[in-house]
């Protein structure tokens, strides 16, 4: 079974960092793109910041200039750094990556549990 474990979440002052951990385990053949998500109280789930298999990375706009993704392939993990911490960036935070399992003829999207993301003072 393939599943994705988040780590890092909590609470952090504005203009705060926190670092976010999320790796993937289980019947993995590979890992294409690999992802962050948040969503906010009655807003859709948006995307944070993804990122491929070879490096190419994709920010969504609010949180450019702040938040880096990295992976590590061997390790099948993705990390978000998230700098200059604002209020407006509290969220439930989710984990994606898009995995071909083992056997499979294609990748499917799998999500993590998600984890909180609270900036206040």
């Known amino acids: 079974q393939v599943r994705l474990v988040e780590s890092g979440g909590g609470l952090v002052q504005p203009g705060g960092s926190l670092r976010l951990s999320c790796a993937a385990s289980g019947s993995i053949f590979s890992i294409n793109a690999m992802g962050w998500y948040r969503q906010a109280p009655g807003k859709l789930r948006e995307l944070v910041a993804a990122i491929t298999r070879r490096g190419s990375i994709t920010y969504g706009d609010s949180v450019m200039g702040r938040f880096t993704i990295s992976r590590d392939n061997a390790k099948n993990t993705v990390d978000l750094q998230m700098n200059s911490l604002k209020p407006e960036d509290t969220a439930v935070y989710y984990c994606?990556?898009?995995?071909?399992?083992?056997?499979?003829?294609?990748?499917?999207?799998?999500w993590g549990q998600g984890t909180q993301v609270t900036v206040s003072s």
């Open positions: 994606n990556a898009n995995i071909r399992r083992l056997g499979a003829l294609q990748a499917n999207d799998y």
